[in-house]
């Protein structure tokens, strides 16, 4: 059964989940993502010759598949002009549709989903940093590489420069190929629709998106097939690690409601003791309607001043006095 609940979800652990808090922390997680994405731009010399480098060791493999695909898709524009639509837009509609859906109908699974793709994140993040790679769409002429975004730029909204919106190519770091998270978030969507989807058509869009979308980044010269690899490898990685840092997420939250649940009870507390103390009063336990305005006085019916209460004799001073009158009846009636 579809577990959701408005305008929180239940998810693992008991945890509500609530989208205004869940949506500020996934754009802040992509904002820095992006941030550091830009940051991360190594020597443009130093990123050429790892591209070349990774197209050595493809051709040494005998997996140089870039170079079919990329004159597939540029010389035919009903092939090439669809791929550059799925390159420079899925990635950015899809990922949060899947996110969306986890978290209304598939709560119990959506802090382990939503671990597993921000981790993976932030390693390619790492990896942007630490091996700069230029695609092969930047590469000299002579690597026979076409960059099929500038080649239909006129069909879209991006530009010739990247993939980026028209006229913002300079605000993206042409130089992060290296692992390829177009592959790495389409192989998360893909594990997220086989392991949650329920319909054939799931499991199909589940196989059929990362592949493609695989072929696509390689024939529109975005991307090594290394890059690919790398890709996976990453979210592989990501995946062990998702464990370990649901774990710290929970203690860094422990950490910061100690104090506060340590400061709410004592007001709680003080404020119980004190309806304690009232109610154990002796005003307290008396009812309202009660006559007893002091001890052992009271008042009856239309009388404004209390006067003393008369005690009930106690049990064995009463068999006492009966005995006694008993005692005197006998004697009268014996004279």
């Known amino acids: 059964m579809p577990q959701t609940d408005t305008p929180g979800t239940r998810g693992t652990g008991g945890l509500r989940l609530r989208w205004w808090?869940?949506?500020?922390?996934?754009?802040?997680?992509?904002?820095?993502y992006s941030a550091g994405r830009l940051l991360a731009r190594g020597d443009v010399s130093t990123a050429v010759g790892h591209g070349v480098d990774i197209l050595r060791i493809e051709k040494f493999l005998?997996?140089?598949?870039?170079?079919?695909?990329?004159?597939?898709?540029?010389?035919?524009?009903?092939?090439?002009?669809?791929?550059?639509f799925w390159?420079?837009?899925?990635?950015?509609?899809?990922?949060?549709?899947?996110?969306?859906?986890?978290?209304?109908?598939?709560?119990?699974?959506?802090?382990?989903?939503?671990?597993?793709l921000m981790t993976s994140t932030l390693i390619g993040l790492v990896g942007f940093t630490l091996l700069p790679t230029?695609?092969?769409?930047?590469?000299?002429?002579?690597?026979?590489?076409?960059?099929?975004?500038?080649?239909?730029?006129?069909?879209?909204?991006?530009?010739?420069?990247?993939?980026?919106?028209?006229?913002?190519?300079?605000?993206?770091?042409?130089?992060?190929?290296?692992?390829?998270?177009?592959?790495g978030w389409a192989l998360w969507c893909g594990v997220m629709l086989w392991r949650h989807g329920r319909s054939p058509l799931a499991k199909v869009a589940a196989v059929g998106?990362?592949?493609?979308?695989?072929?696509?980044?390689?024939g529109t010269a975005n991307h090594y097939f290394l890059d690919a690899v790398a890709g996976a490898v990453v979210m592989g990685l990501g995946l062990l690690l998702v464990r370990p840092?649901?774990?710290?997420a929970d203690r860094v939250k422990a950490m910061v409601r100690l104090p506060l649940a340590v400061a709410r009870p004592?007001?709680?507390v003080v404020a119980g003791s004190n309806e304690a103390s009232v109610a154990g009063s002796p005003s307290a336990s008396s009812a309202?309607?009660?006559?007893?305005?002091?001890?052992?006085?009271?008042?009856?019916?239309?009388?404004?001043?209390?006067?003393?209460?008369?005690?009930?004799?106690?049990?064995?001073?009463?068999?006492?006095a009966r005995s006694a009158d008993a005692e005197d009846s006998a004697a009268t009636a014996a004279r």
């Open 21 to 32: 808090t869940e949506l500020p922390l996934i754009l802040v997680v992509y904002a820095l």
């Open 209 to 218: 998106y990362p592949l493609i979308t695989t072929i696509v980044v390689m």
């Open 62 to 84: 005998r997996l140089n598949a870039e170079n079919p695909l990329n004159r597939l898709f540029t010389e035919h524009a009903w092939i090439g002009v669809p791929a550059d």
């Open 87 to 116: 390159y420079a837009s899925l990635h950015y509609l899809v990922t949060p549709l899947i996110l969306v859906w986890i978290f209304r109908s598939r709560a119990v699974h959506f802090r382990a989903a939503r671990a597993w």
């Open 245 to 248: 840092v649901l774990r710290l």
């Open 134 to 183: 230029c695609p092969p769409r930047l590469l000299s002429a002579g690597h026979g590489f076409v960059d099929t975004m500038a080649q239909y730029s006129d069909y879209g909204w991006w530009g010739g420069e990247a993939s980026a919106p028209r006229g913002l190519g300079g605000m993206t770091n042409q130089y992060a190929a290296m692992p390829s998270l177009h592959v």
């Open 266 to 268: 004592s007001s709680g």
């Open 288 to 320: 309202p309607e009660s006559s007893i305005v002091s001890a052992g006085c009271q008042t009856s019916t239309g009388e404004r001043i209390p006067r003393p209460r008369k005690q009930p004799a106690e049990p064995h001073a009463e068999s006492g």
